[in-house]
């Protein structure tokens, strides 16, 4: 069994800057552990944010966020980011990390999910 635990988000004005973390414990991945992070506003369904590769060569993000977030991770320490540049109030949601077989942008095949951290952007 994996855990997820998010981190790093909280209230930040328009064009302001955050970064989440996703740290992972309770067994060591495998070689091919992908990394998703999604997000979801009140009353909106859950969407794909972004995903990374274990090895970090190919990386996934959705329009409404290629160019102002950049997704990483870091294998020896277990830990994905996401760090958010020039937000919008339009980001403000609950953030959430997945790891899964593949860097997909659909909820399946993601099999372990973080609790969420919130991001509220001010305008």
């Known amino acids: 069994q994996v855990q997820l635990v998010e981190s790093g988000g909280g209230l930040v004005q328009a064009e302001g800057s955050l970064r989440l973390s996703c740290a992972a414990s309770g067994r060591t991945f495998s070689r091919n552990t992908a990394m998703g992070w999604f997000r979801q506003a009140p009353g909106k369904e859950r969407e794909f944010v972004a995903a990374i590769s ?27 980011y996401l760090q958010m540049n020039s937000l919008k109030p339009e980001d403000t949601a609950v953030y959430y990390c997945a790891a899964g077989p593949v860097p997909v942008q659909s909820v399946p095949p993601y099999q372990y999910w973080g609790q969420g951290t919130q991001v509220t952007v001010s305008s």
Do not use: L
């Open 54 to 80: 274990w090895s970090a060569t190919r990386t996934y993000y959705a329009d409404s966020v290629k160019g102002r977030f950049t997704i990483s991770r870091d294998n020896a320490k277990n830990t994905a």
